[in-house]
């Protein structure tokens, strides 16, 4: 019956236009009136009603009641608890530890100490000492709490060595028991996908410590600079750092062959490079020309760091909406949004609280929403869902690489992620951003999803901030798990500047108190992108096959299963 419908709505050998989406809902299982309901897009009454739901979530997560919801803390827990009290107010069935909404996350936290803490470089038997807070800033040591390192220096570049783009900045230099200087992200040139991996941090450091370097120092460039001033993050040093703990209690990358491990302001570029065959402009100059090369550093460095750490534990918190299908019901599509956020810090305009309200109250009132259209829907999808509030992305992802390598359900159930997290809905948009979807299958559904929604897609406009590795999909992606994440778009009905808008929430409010209930926030946009999200969700759970990654993708290569 499906299939001689669709033979029907052929018109001379090409669908029509018009009716591409009914098709595609009904091939993908649905009925038909449930088919012609999910190919419409919402009404303003479903948006409205939508959007009071988001508003009303946003304004608890985002009260300073919480306290910023920093990982570990009391206000975290405050918001865990609501989170799973709103899980169970949707239908949905606990799907953490021992029945219960929530998975546990060991860390150990470390905050860094002042007192002991030295970045000093030796030339010629004189000392340079640098001044901490002001011009440099100690990592934590999650394995020790203090190091102690003096060694030559040496140069590396960005650290980066992909042998599939025959670039490597380690090539012909010795790092071994020597202290790296490196530059951050990846060659501007690399292909997105390439450079987004590559610019990780970790992978960075993995390598280095393989080869035998005993210490690191992250230097700033001119161009991060002027987007993130040194001066305006540097005081929130107080804030903890956190890693998680594998089960015999050891912190999961913290790479303790690299002891000792600081990061300095760009203005200390003249002092480090002083003596040694290029000067700091000299660097600059190769780094916006793609054509940075190793060399030995003049002098020697010492570095220094203490750090109090404490074990702590965080939690996930995790919910199921069963399938309907006897069979696909035993796979799930997951959706995530982070919970966390930095909590109390430095006082900006006299606020010390980062409430983190589209960073990411928004994001979890999104996904909470979309829970509600999946379970208050027509007919439930025939593939589970599973919707995880995450802890610790704040501190680099850590709820969903504790998830994603500890899952409360079989890994290989697991189909797809759909990760929401700082849409940044700062005006009425009729466009959304997609970041991941070029490298899977999962192009497809989005593309129909934000056409049925009446919206657009718009090309991540700043894609040199490699955006795929940085939020909670990179985890799953790591499992071999396609994922999507959608963002608020550029383009405002009104005509206005949207991309200004971007900028100057990225400038001016991101992670900073801010970032809070006294700036707009487009509750009807958010409501679109949950109507998105759920027809997205919707197509993943009813769809004869899994999403799968494309054939040659960078990263369905090096983690596809």
């Known amino acids: 019956m499906r299939l001689e419908y669709l033979r029907n709505v052929v018109v001379g050998g090409f669908a029509a236009p018009a009716l591409l989406p009914l098709m595609l809902a009904v091939s993908a299982g649905l009925g038909m009136a449930q088919a012609a309901r999910a190919a419409s897009p919402p ?26 919801r920093e990982a570990g803390t009391r206000g975290f827990d405050i918001a865990a608890l609501y989170v799973a009290t709103r899980f169970r107010q949707l239908g949905l069935e606990p799907a953490g530890d021992g029945g219960s909404y929530f998975q546990r996350v060991p860390m150990v936290r470390g905050v860094r100490e002042r007192e002991g803490a030295r970045f000093v470089i030796t030339r010629e038997g004189r000392d340079t000492e640098f001044a901490f807070e002001r011009d440099f800033l100690p990592g934590v040591n999650f394995t020790a709490g203090a190091a102690d390192v003096t060694a030559p220096m040496v140069f590396v570049g960005q650290a980066v060595r992909a042998p599939e783009l025959q670039h490597d900045d380690l090539a012909g230099v010795d790092v071994k028991g020597k202290i790296a200087v490196l530059l951050g992200n990846a060659p501007k040139d690399f292909p997105n996908d390439q450079r987004a991996f590559y610019a990780s941090t970790s992978e960075k450091l993995r390598e280095l410590e393989r080869l035998g370097a005993v210490g690191a120092i992250f230097l700033g460039d001119p161009v991060n600079e002027q987007k993130r001033p040194w001066a305006l993050d540097a005081p929130n040093w107080r804030r903890p750092g956190m890693r998680r703990l594998d089960a015999q209690g050891r912190p999961i990358d913290d790479f303790p062959g690299l002891g000792a491990r600081i990061s300095c302001d760009v203005r200390l570029a003249d002092a480090i490079f002083a003596g040694s065959p290029y000067t700091a402009a000299e660097v600059f100059a190769m780094l916006e020309a793609g054509t940075l090369r190793p060399f030995d550093l ?45 909590g109390v810090g430095a006082p900006h305009g006299g606020d010390a609280i980062y409430n983190g309200a589209q960073d990411n109250a928004v994001g979890v009132a999104t996904m909470l929403e979309t829970a509600h259209l999946l379970g208050s829907g027509p007919a439930r999808s025939k593939r589970s869902a599973l919707f995880i509030a995450l802890t610790a992305e704040e501190k680099g992802l850590l709820g969903a690489f504790h998830f994603a390598a500890q899952p409360t359900v079989p890994l290989d159930s697991l189909v797809a992620n759909v990760n929401m997290d700082m849409p940044l809905l700062v005006n009425d948009v009729s466009d959304v951003i997609p970041i991941g979807i070029e490298h899977s ?14 919206l657009t897609l718009t090309p991540d406009p700043f894609p040199d901030e490699v955006v795929f590795i940085r939020s909670d999909q990179y985890a799953f992606v790591r499992q071999g798990v ?37 700036r707009p926030i487009h509750w009807l946009g958010a409501a679109r992108l949950a109507h ?30």
């Not at 074990?311 to 035993?330: H, Y």
């Open 482 to 518: 396609p994922a999507v994440y959608l963002n608020g778009g550029v383009q405002p009905r009104d005509g206005s500047d949207g991309g200004a808008a971007f900028i100057d929430f990225l400038s001016h409010h991101y992670h900073l108190p801010s970032d809070d209930l006294s």
């Open 43 to 68: 009404s303003e009454a479903q948006l409205t009603r939508s959007a009071a739901r988001i508003e009303a979530d946003v304004r608890f997560l985002a009260d300073d009641l919480l306290e910023g």
């Open 532 to 561: 998105v999200n759920y027809r997205i969700g919707l197509a993943i759970g009813n769809g004869r096959e899994r999403p799968a990654w494309k054939p040659g993708d960078f990263f369905g290569e090096k983690f596809g299963r």
């Open 298 to 342: 003049a002098g020697t460095a010492t570095l220094a760091t203490r750090a109090t750490l404490e074990k702590v534990e965080s939690r996930n918190v995790v919910a199921r909406l069963p399938g309907s299908d006897a069979t696909l019901s035993a796979e799930h599509v997951v959706f995530t949004a982070h919970l966390d956020h930095l």
């Open 441 to 454: 299958t999962l192009e497809t559904v989005a593309r129909q999803a934000v056409a049925e929604a009446g």
